[in-house]
């Protein structure tokens, strides 16, 4: 879910093979490629980026993608489900989640309230 170009693909394959595209739920994740409650200080940097590029990237591409399909059709829900670490703030899931949530909120604004 880190590259672009598959995350579009899929998109796209979704609009050709079931028409306007309303609705994504965004739920794809690597879990514990970083174990919980890691001191920062004894976090592998290519364990921390893989991570990120999976779970936070990942949404990215699929709320950017998507919400051309759903803006076409005049509007759509996104559901970016998020660790409860992002209420939490326990581990290095923390930001991922909120950031997921994050993203969700700025596209509902971003598209005068089509985008939910």
């Not at 490629?33 to 290519?46: F, G, M, S, T, Y």
């Not at 949404?59 to 970016?80: E, P």
């Not at 899931?93 to 909120?98: A, F, G, I, Y």
């Amino acid at each position: 879910m880190s590259a672009e170009a598959d995350v579009a693909g899929v998109v796209a394959l979704a609009e050709t093979e079931f028409g306007l595209l309303d609705i994504v739920h965004n739920n794809a994740a690597a879990m514990h490629l970083i174990p919980k409650d890691r001191p920062v200080a004894d976090c592998d940097v290519e364990y921390w980026d893989l991570t990120m590029a999976i779970n936070l990237r990942g949404q990215m591409l699929v709320c950017k993608h998507a919400v051309l399909g759903m803006i076409r059709c005049g509007g759509g829900s996104i559901i970016n489900t998020s660790s409860a670490a992002a209420l939490a703030g326990t581990d290095a899931d923390c930001l991922r989640s909120v950031e997921g949530r994050r993203l969700t909120e700025l596209e509902h604004a971003a598209h005068e309230h089509r985008i939910r």
